[in-house]
């Protein structure tokens, strides 16, 4: 830099060097600086000749490095002055003229947000592929009971449908939330400068047209300082892995031999080194495992911008490896989810074997006896004892006889061994969002239409 007199000493270099990860910016900061290039000629900066020779000079340096790779110079600070200075290979002093009403700061701002814009979208697209498999298992299994949990203890029998269909409606949520975060990131920070807005009167509006963004900011202090949609994006990443954990976590205890639920497909398992006859969930395991470092990103770039003082301080060049790990690994983990579901086969006969203890359907006793009028604290009470009798005489709850059934209650007939066909535990959900056959079709088509929702965003956004 002009005033040094000194080199870098290399244990400041070490720590100071951004290109080992923001290479991962260049194809977005030679599209941001072929825009403001652009701009730059509309206010008469470069004239027409020098923005051709401008822009043809960015063009050669995008292919030199699609060509050869990120070649970059040990001299090189970070990916902004690798690129100037191989623009000046291409141009030469002329090079020097693209840095006009610009500085690293608003730039680097503006190359993480196109960042953040392009996979809040990819994000979203991989949820929507995703939710497409969770639907179309939804509908092929749609009347196999199974029994649902709660601490992981039989609770009462739901259609596997239904399950699946939970998962389906938390990654409907994620979308929402990357879309929050491909708002945020709509706005453009470029024209903030390093923090005070800059001496030329470049068509900021125009500029942001030309880069996709919807909106310029307003303050050029926040322009300058503003990682919030960074921020936006690892909450949602996070909430979106986390969700994943469940679904990666449900998928390795239904897969034992304990439960037999389900079988992943062999592409998606791995065998043991030791143990001929395994054949192990990894990909779930690792849906599980990877959350927490998602989750980490979103704390870390927190703390590196809680209580920084405005604007720019070299701290915030901490906020890419966050970003693009989490951006690796939700991708990775989004994409295996719905290669997963693809193959994955699940065991109608046990599922159903294990939905139909008896003991599943304790709460429709309970509520025979409150249509009978008893209040529902007391008929808990009262079913609770016979569970008790049952469990003591080794009996299910069906094989209690009328005799001892009239010696919890007056109220307890017929009706009671009714009850217990368990046929009428799944239909008796019938109310909105229920498991019952009825909410579930209902269920089934709200989700459908949420789904070609998620595909025409995407598309509209691709166009
Ligand atoms: N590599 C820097 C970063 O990622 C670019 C901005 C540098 N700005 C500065 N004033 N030194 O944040």
Redesign the pocket.
């Known amino acids: 830099m002009a005033r040094f007199r000194k080199d870098p000493d290399p244990r400041f270099w070490r720590l100071n060097r951004?290109l080992p990860f923001?290479w991962q910016l260049a194809i977005y900061d030679i599209d941001q600086s072929r825009a403001h290039a652009r701009g730059l000629a509309e206010i008469g900066v470069l004239d027409a000749g020098e923005l051709e020779k401008m822009v043809a000079g960015l063009d050669r340096v995008e292919s030199r490095m699609a060509e050869h790779g990120f070649a970059f110079d040990d001299a090189d600070?970070?990916?902004?002055m690798a690129i100037e200075r191989l623009l000046g290979e291409e141009i030469g002093p002329l090079a020097g003229k693209l840095h006009t009403g610009r500085?690293?700061?608003d730039?680097?701002a503006t190359d993480?947000a196109m960042v953040v814009q392009a996979h809040s979208l990819r994000a979203i697209e991989l949820c929507g592929a995703a939710m497409e498999r969770l639907l179309a298992l939804a509908e092929t299994h749609r009347d196999w009971p199974m029994p649902g949990y709660t601490h992981l203890q039989r609770a009462q029998p739901v259609y596997l449908g239904h399950h699946l269909l939970a998962y389906y409606w938390m990654l409907a949520r994620d979308v929402l939330r990357f879309q929050f975060a491909l708002d945020s990131a709509s706005v453009m920070p470029l024209g903030s400068g390093?923090l005070a807005g800059v001496n030329w009167e470049i068509d900021r509006d125009s500029v942001a047209a030309d880069l996709g963004f919807a909106h310029v900011s307003h303050n050029s202090i926040d322009g300058a300082s503003n990682r919030d949609f960074v921020l936006d994006y690892l909450a949602a990443a996070s909430a979106c892995a986390m969700h994943l954990s469940r679904l990666g976590s449900e998928i390795v205890i239904w897969s034992s031999s304990e439960f037999g639920f389900c079988e992943l497909d062999e592409s998606f398992s791995s065998g043991s080194s030791i143990m001929p006859q395994k054949v192990n969930p990894d990909s779930a395991e690792l849906l599980r495992a990877k959350s927490p470092r998602v989750a980490a990103s979103y704390a870390t770039l927190l703390g590196v911008m809680h209580a920084l003082p405005l604007t720019?301080g070299?701290d915030?060049?901490e906020?890419?490896e966050p970003l693009f790990d989490a951006i690796d690994t939700v991708e990775a983990c989004l994409d295996a989810t719905a290669g997963m579901l693809e193959g994955i086969g699940f065991d109608r006969e046990r599922m159903e074997e294990a939905s139909g203890d008896e003991m599943l359907a304790a709460t429709e006793v309970a509520d025979l006896l409150v249509r009978r009028g008893v209040p529902f604290r007391e008929a808990h009470g009262i079913v609770g004892d016979l569970v008790r009798d049952a469990v003591e005489h080794g009996k299910s709850l069906s094989e209690l006889t009328p005799v001892e059934l009239k010696q919890r209650s007056e109220l307890l007939d017929e009706s009671y061994y009714e009850v217990l066909q368990r046929s009428s535990w799944l239909e008796s959900k019938r109310i909105a969002g229920g498991t019952g056959s009825a909410p579930l079709a209902a269920q089934i088509e709200a989700a459908r239409e949420t789904l070609s929702a998620v595909q025409a965003r995407v598309r509209e956004e691709r166009s």
């Open positions: 951004s923001d600070e970070d990916i902004h500085s690293r700061n730039q680097v993480v390093a720019y070299k915030m060049q906020d890419k």
